[in-house]
């Protein structure tokens, strides 16, 4: 069986579309090929903890604007940031504060969320009929998106940087805040800023942060963080090891 046709730039016909700053509004890019819509629209069941649905919706505009600026293949960039939390769909609600964020413990739990998602992101994507020949790179992404710390591809640094990035952005930060519960802003933005350096993997990336940090410290009143170098760990904080 074909696949359906997917444009390489994301956008539906290959059109040029004019979009809002990306993390300044809350649902998916304007112009995105109804292929990737379709996606999302079938993952959503598998989104509904932890504001997963609006943290998809952000990060895609991030993915977006990552591909114009740094190139990279749209077919395989969008989905795979569209699905690459769905494994906290397989975490019960109490325990998924340990796995992720300042304070995290528990490495295991986060290496759950990502084998979990990867195997639910087959499962969407098989069900829409995409390209067998993407399917594999895109689940490769998903299971790695937090505990590998560096990208075999242009694809998979961009996935990286959009998942981490939208923690700063306007609406990302206020929904870091709600969802972690016992930070002040001034610690979220430490968290975020003392890891920036080993975080982002791509130029623009590192651009888009260093500018959304500056904005959010306007926005809140918020001090510089501290001159120290990033501490051990990736996706979920600190923590030192991640297994199988």
């Not at 390489?8 to 819509?37: E, H, K, N």
């Not at 991030?62 to 293949?73: C, P, S």
């Not at 087959?122 to 895109?138: A, F």
């Amino acid at each position: 069986m074909s696949g359906p046709s997917v444009p390489r730039d994301g956008a539906q016909g290959g059109a040029s579309v004019s979009r809002p700053l990306p993390g300044t509004y809350d649902r998916l890019p304007p112009g995105l090929a109804l292929v990737f819509v379709d996606i999302f629209d079938r993952a959503r069941p598998f989104l509904s903890t932890r504001s997963n649905d609006s943290h998809a919706r952000i990060a895609c505009q991030y993915v977006v604007d990552l591909l114009e600026r740094e190139g990279g293949d749209a077919r395989i960039a969008v989905p795979a940031i569209l699905l690459h939390d769905l494994g906290w769909h397989a975490i019960p609600k109490e325990e998924q504060r340990r796995a992720y964020g300042p304070g995290s413990c528990d490495a295991q739990l986060n290496r759950l969320h990502e084998t979990a998602g990867a195997r639910l992101a087959r499962q969407v994507l098989e069900d829409c009929g995409y390209p067998p020949e993407l399917v594999d790179e895109i689940c490769r992404i998903v299971d790695g998106h937090d505990s590998r710390p560096e990208a075999a591809t242009l694809e998979e640094a961009i996935v990286k940087d959009a998942d981490k990035i939208w923690r700063v952005s306007r609406l990302g930060f206020p929904l870091n805040l709600g969802i972690l519960g016992d930070l002040t802003p001034q610690q979220l933005h430490d968290f975020i800023a003392v890891r920036a350096p080993r975080w982002f993997l791509t130029g623009a990336a590192r651009e888009m942060a260093t500018a959304e940090l500056a904005a959010r410290r306007e926005e809140y009143g918020l001090n510089p963080a501290p001159d120290v170098s990033p501490p051990a760990g990736y996706g979920i904080g600190d923590a030192e090891a991640y297994g199988p």
